[in-house]
């Protein structure tokens, strides 16, 4: 996995803080990482307006031929790494294209595409 050199001195700088609050290290994900950061997370949400949103996913749940994307329902798989693997490379005999490397920021954004979906997700029961 290729990490852009910023996204890697934001997580840096966040485990960095977590050391220093004197207790134990709080040790988080990458998209744990993302979510606790404003400006990926407007990020993240920029990227699901203009691309998830645009083409195929809603905001609000609705009848659609396309998953609605902040319950705790994932049909292709629910961690953070099979979701990206999904905004990758698609599914299959679906709407749901892979967008392999077509974000600007590479990988680096469908990580902040997780992050704001999930920092919007529905609490799980």
């Known amino acids: 996995m290729v990490i852009s050199r910023a996204l890697w001195l934001c997580v840096s700088g966040l485990l960095l803080v977590a050391c220093d609050s004197g207790g134990e290290p709080e040790e988080l994900t990458l998209v744990e990482s993302l979510m606790r950061d404003p400006v990926a997370l407007q990020r993240g949400e920029a990227l699901f307006q203009g691309t998830c949103a645009g083409l195929c996913h809603a905001l609000e749940p609705k009848q659609s031929d396309s998953a609605y994307l902040f319950d705790c329902e994932w049909i292709h798989g629910d961690s953070d790494e ?22 600007p920021e590479g990988d680096g954004d469908k990580w902040k595409l997780i992050a704001y979906l999930r920092a919007n997700q529905q609490p799980c029961d």
């Not at 099979?82 to 974000?103: K, L, Y």
């Open 82 to 103: 099979e979701i990206f693997a999904v905004i990758s490379t698609g599914i299959p005999d679906t709407r749901m294209v892979g967008f392999g490397d077509n974000f």
